[in-house]
């Protein structure tokens, strides 16, 4: 509703384009709280066939052969209710005030359905905590985890509903904790990728109160951070000693408790652990982006446009044999969007090849793809199907 009270003989225009002459206030605040009757009372229709929703996926998961899949969290359907609301609105609301409206209802939706718990890289405060609350919202409830591995382990043994990793860094590269836990055991590990998100991260670099920068003689952060403000580092912090630890909140945690120490982190960090921003985006890159991955027991179905990650490792005697692996891909006309290696541990010089392709494995043409994979692979693992929440302007393959 467009509205200009300054005027007496302006008028407001409703959504449904009927027009009001300005009352006085009480008559638009009784307007205000008809609407709100409206939508509470909306709100509650939405809920109950949401439950409705829930009982039928359960339904679903206990009857006929197929793998359960009774699911609450269907980041699929999210992604296209996000894309309708965007086609849907008109204003004066922006399109992000009403997603995120739109991702607390889904979250009250969601614990309505059934009790969900996030495990993410913790403590509060770090980028993953934001990546998070980002999708899950107020009504679910989180269980921050000391270390990646951690967060692997609660969704491995379903402690928690779901967990959230960071995966890969535009500036910086991948998060080598997330790759070698996805490929590490002699079997994938029982977790699927779910979901992706990316994240704008800005860094600032936190200190005690009253501490100039010339005093640090200590900086904490985690290697991915320390990896993005290499440049400011250089400038800023000669000579001070680098400290690699978990997560960036817990580098926060850390200077927190240390005369003299910094740490590289989000700059809500410094409300969460009482330290004061010496300088803020000192991050190298200004479009510095992170992607996360949302993992559980199993895959969405599914969307419009998926991704697929998959692990994998050739015979190194063999001439060609990488070769011949990513052969099989361009055979079946799928596109590679990422591509990456992290030693296997088993032996020197022996890797495990991470590739990201488009399509969902449950589609023939990637299905047939990752079979005919196989055929020149040792190992092939695939980690997961979720929908491309890649941001528009960079959709493309490698
Ligand atoms: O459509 C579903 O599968 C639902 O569970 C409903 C709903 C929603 O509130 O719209 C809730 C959670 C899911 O992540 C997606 C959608």
New binding site residues.
Partial sequence: MAQDSSNSNSTITTVQGQQHAPSDLATLRSRIDSLDESLVALLNE?ASI?VN??LA?QKAATVGGLPADDH????S??KQ?YDRLETLNHGPLPTPAIQSIFRE??SA??SL?RTTTIAFLGPRGTYTHQVAYARFGDSVQYVAQGTIDEVFDAVESRRVTYGVVPFENSKFGSVVQTLDRFCAGASAPSVQIRAEHYLAVSHALLVNRGTGKSQIKRVYSHPQAFGQCQAYIARNLRGVEQVNVASTARAAELAAGEEGAAAICSSACAGLFGLEVADEAIEDAKDNTTRFFIIGDTSDSPSADDRTLVSFTVDHRQAGALCDALAVLKEHGINLTKIDSRPSGQRPWHFFFFIEMTGHMATADVASAIEGLKAHCLDVRVLGSYPSQRPKADNGGL
Avoid: A, D
């Fill in positions: 939405r949401s929703i829930g996926k609450i969290h269907r980041p359907r999210e209710i209802v889904m939706s969601i359905q």
